[in-house]
């Protein structure tokens, strides 16, 4: 579907229009390290931004495996410019999915399309590390009007954003998992800096720690409990757009990797170097990769509209679990392109280099750790059937 005014240009074309402004760019949004401001200029320009918000709300009703396409194109590019597309685009499937009716998230998501806003995130806080399902602030309300105030340890380009989503507790006398989301815009928030973000990779997503302090209408709380939210949007979206982000990282490396080989080989009168077999490990890697994504891409579509088959055991395990196995494959996938390059690949300053996406995708395992993943799903695991026959 072509966005009104881009001559008829469908999401790959446009997407691949940015991704070649955050390529160029990427490597000096990793060292400055800065937000991807050219990136996101041009993913503004192609009207990237509000995709998937339905189309009477000024949208495009994009299906999220093209979402998830954006986010695999981007990542091959700039792992920072994708994470923060990824992560714009789990808020914008919050407020589509559970605000519909709701007047002030209705009129946030027409801004959001015709201005092209960019929304950040807020779940984790304090010394909560990655509990999504648990909050300390509560929202107060006073005057006719709602306050928060939370001490948010992690905010991705949050001086950058237009506006924040964020989790909050119900009220001052609620239960921490008792919560409730919240979109602030920027007039409605002031962010006093915590703490910096000097870290091994993704860069670019300028993840700082910050005290947010905000106040708006009531009507800026979703109508659902966030409960709900999480398991039919939140963690289907964050786990696909994120896997799809670290696809394309993997993607990029195995690029360069199998362009290594075939450089090697020319120079060396077509006899390929011995780390060759290697980038067939790659290549199947990513393979593997994309087929447990696809897969979960395909369980959610067919299930999104459908309440109790995404409440049910067996898919919510799918979905939790894809976020495993796709960011271990991503590290599993560039570790063997690094082999497969060999001291070309382990150099900074060569051109199959796999520094940066290396460090990039160390990220995955962590965010949101897969210790804690795999944990939460222990007693699932030990009540589920193990099948017995390769129809089922
Ligand atoms: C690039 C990036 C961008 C991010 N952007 C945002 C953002 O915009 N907004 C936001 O709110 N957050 C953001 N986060 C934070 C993220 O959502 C998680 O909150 C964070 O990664 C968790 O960090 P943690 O390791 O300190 O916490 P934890 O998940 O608490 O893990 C700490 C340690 O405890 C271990 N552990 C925890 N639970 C268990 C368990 N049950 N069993 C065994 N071991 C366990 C883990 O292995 C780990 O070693 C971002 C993170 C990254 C990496």
Redesign the pocket.
């Known amino acids: 579907m072509a966005a009104p005014g881009l001559s008829g240009a469908g999401f790959s074309d446009r997407s691949a229009a940015v991704a070649t402004i955050a390529a160029r760019h990427a490597a000096e949004v990793d060292s400055a390290p800065r937000f991807p401001a050219e990136a996101f200029a041009a993913a503004k320009a192609q009207r990237l931004l509000g995709i998937l918000v339905p189309s009477d709300l000024g949208g495009e009703g994009a299906p999220v495996r093209e979402v998830a396409d954006v986010c695999y194109r981007l990542g091959q590019a700039c792992s920072s410019t994708a994470?923060i597309y990824a992560?714009h685009q789990v808020k914008v499937a919050c407020l589509v999915r559970h605000g519909r009716g709701s007047e002030a998230i209705e009129r946030l998501l027409r801004r959001l399309c015709a201005e092209q806003l960019l929304l950040?995130?807020?779940?984790?806080?304090g010394q909560g590390?990655?509990?999504?399902r648990s909050s300390e602030a509560a929202v107060e309300h006073r005057d006719g009007r709602i306050h928060l105030e939370r001490r948010?340890s992690?905010?991705?380009y949050g001086s950058q954003a237009d506006g924040i989503v964020t989790t909050a507790r119900r009220a001052a006398d609620a239960e921490s998992s008792d919560q409730v989301l919240v979109a602030f815009l920027e007039d409605d928030y002031t962010l006093t800096r915590l703490q910096g973000w000097n870290t091994l990779g993704?860069r670019g997503?300028c993840?700082e720690g910050y005290n947010l302090k905000a106040s708006g209408l009531p009507g800026q709380i979703l109508p659902e409990p966030y409960e709900v939210i999480h398991q039919r949007t939140m963690v289907p979206f964050a786990h696909l757009l994120w896997g799809s982000v670290w696809a394309g990282i993997a993607a990029g490396a195995a690029a360069r990797a199998q362009a290594f080989v075939r450089h090697a080989a020319r120079h060396a009168g077509g006899q390929a170097p011995p780390g060759a077999p290697q980038l067939t490990q790659a290549l199947s890697k990513l393979r593997t990769l994309r087929g447990v994504l696809a897969n979960s891409l395909r369980a959610y579509e067919s299930k999104m509209d459908d309440p109790k088959a995404l409440g049910a055991l067996d898919f919510q395990s799918q979905i939790t679990l894809t976020k495993v196995e796709v960011s271990e494959l991503a590290v599993a996938t560039v570790l063997t392109a690094l082999r497969v390059c060999g001291l070309s690949g382990y150099r900074c300053d060569s051109e199959f280099s796999i520094e940066r996406q290396l460090r990039d995708v160390l990220?995955s395992p962590?965010?949101?750790?897969n210790?804690?993943i795999l944990?939460?799903l222990a007693g699932t695991s030990l009540m589920s059937a193990v099948p017995t026959s390769l129809r089922d």
Request: glycine residues 8%.
């Open positions: 994470m992560m950040a995130s807020s779940t984790t806080e590390g990655g509990n999504v948010a992690v905010i991705s993704m997503t993840s990220s962590l965010m949101i750790n210790d804690r944990s939460s």
